[in-house]
């Protein structure tokens, strides 16, 4: 028991006094563990979901294209050269913000997998990749593109879930996805495609 005027430290989980983008990142982390359903869930959409994402395009860019090779083969170079130049974008982004990993600053909270980097958190490169998968295909008017919005906020929503990104990461991978497909409708544009 403490003597009267003495000081005496609190120490807590969290810190008492922490930005918006942790408290929400947090808040949605602290569901981890709660329900084995919601966990598959998570880890499906922040691991997995990304591989039927791009399967859903590649199907859709040969359906819209065929029988012209090229009609079909064209969305596919768009796509590979929007995400390598939102890659290399959120790569410089990376080295000049060097914000490490949710599970690397909380190492108290609940992670569902490891990823191969936890040097970089901001920018996600998943939200980046998914959402220019969702802009490419509707720039190039591919069938049912809407599809791949709900796709989309499952992954980023199971990269927060998951312990691996803040929500301004997941905002970050959009603006750079944003930003690739403006470049990407300007060339569409030029090349009449």
């Known amino acids: 028991m403490p003597n009267p005027g003495q000081t005496v430290k609190v120490y807590t989980l969290y810190p008492r006094y922490m930005d918006i983008n942790s408290k929400i990142f947090l808040k949605i982390n602290s569901l981890v563990g709660k329900s084995k359903l919601l ?22 860019a040969l359906v819209n294209g065929l029988p012209d090779k090229s009609k079909a083969l064209l969305p596919l170079v768009f796509l590979c050269g929007a995400w390598l130049v939102g890659w290399l974008i959120n790569l410089g982004l990376a080295f000049a913000v060097r914000e490490p990993r949710p599970f690397i600053t909380y190492p108290q909270i609940k992670i569902l997998f490891r990823p191969l980097m936890s040097w970089r958190s901001f920018p996600s490169d998943h939200s980046m990749a998914v959402f220019t998968i969702v ?10 593109a809407w599809a791949l919005i709900p796709m989309a906020l499952w992954v980023v929503w199971g990269r927060m879930f ?29 090349l009449n495609f």
């Open 39 to 60: 966990d598959n869930f998570g880890r499906a959409g922040a691991e997995w979901l990304f591989i039927g994402m791009v399967g859903w395009y590649f199907t859709g």
């Open 135 to 144: 802009f490419t295909a509707y720039l190039l008017h591919l069938p049912s």
């Open 162 to 190: 998951a312990g691996v990104h803040y929500p301004l990461d997941i905002l970050g991978g959009m603006a750079v996805a944003g930003f690739v497909a403006t470049i990407t409708s300007a060339i569409i544009k030029l």
